[in-house]
T-cell receptor, first 112, second 112 residues
Framework: GESVGLHLPTLSVQEGDNSIINCAYS??????FIWYKQESGKGPQFIID?????DKRQGQRVTVLLNKTVKHLSLQIAATQPGDSAVYFC???????????FGKGTLLTVNP | DTEVTQTPKHLVMGMTNKKSLKCEQH?????MYWYKQKAKKPPELMFV???????INESVPSRFSPECPNSSLLNLHLHALQPEDSALYLC???????????FGSGTRLTVV
């Protein structure tokens, strides 16, 4: 079956540092990936997505890297700020359906 | 309008009650979703509606009954729930399979 997992459940960084959150997936048919940020008491907030025909995609202060060979996804946050503190989930969709499967989540804490 | 609106935000219900959760979006998205999220866990897919038709039911107990009256609305009817059904219920929508899924803020459900 499908699984999407994370290597690190928690990550603590200093304000201004760069953060890297990792995610592994097992379904080789996965072709669409999304990173979400979820703050306490709120729903997941879309950060950035990437399709399987790409290796890298950049947004504002964020970069997603996709390594299909080892089935690994990462989210890089530049100049991390206290407002970035949240739980970050990777999610993927595989096959020709609408099912989006979430990974376990990483709690990012930014220390001032 | 780029939001998914869920009501109510909080709901406390007894095990013999019947209640409904509501979700609304006006982005023209043709797919809508219900997810369940327990504390410190990732969201888990329950149902998917595509073009107002149920396309995925993740073996959800019949005490949860989804309904899609039109392309903008999604309901989740609740009946005879158990305390273990207490969770954050999230609604999401997407234009299609390969577009970012937009989530609402959720309904915090407590079954007593």
């Amino acid at each position: 079956g499908e699984s999407v997992g994370l290597h690190l459940p928690t990550l603590s960084v200093q304000e201004g540092d760069n953060s890297i959150i990792n995610c592994a997936y097992s379904n080789s048919a996965s072709d669409y990936f999304i990173w979400y940020k979820q703050e306490s008491g709120k729903g997941p907030q879309f950060i950035i997505d990437i399709r399987s025909n790409m290796d890298k995609r950049q947004g504002q202060r964020v970069t997603v890297l996709l390594n299909k060979t080892v089935k690994h996804l990462s989210l890089q946050i530049a100049a991390t700020q206290p407002g970035d503190s949240a739980v970050y989930f990777c999610a993927h969709r595989g096959g020709s359906n609408y099912k989006l499967t979430f990974g376990k989540g990483t709690l990012l804490t930014v220390n001032p | 309008d780029t939001e998914v609106t869920q009501t109510p935000k909080h709901l406390v219900m007894g095990m013999t009650n019947k209640k409904s959760l509501k979700c609304e979006q006006h982005m023209g998205h043709r797919a809508m979703y219900w997810y369940k999220q327990k504390a410190k866990k990732p969201p888990e897919l329950m149902f998917v509606y595509s073009y107002e038709k149920l396309s995925i039911n993740e073996s959800v107990p019949s005490r949860f009954s989804p309904e899609c009256p039109n392309s903008s609305l999604l309901n989740l009817h609740l009946h005879a729930l158990q305390p273990e059904d207490s969770a954050l219920y999230l609604c999401a929508s997407s234009q299609d399979r390969d577009a970012g899924y937009t989530f609402g803020s959720g309904t915090r459900l407590t079954v007593v």
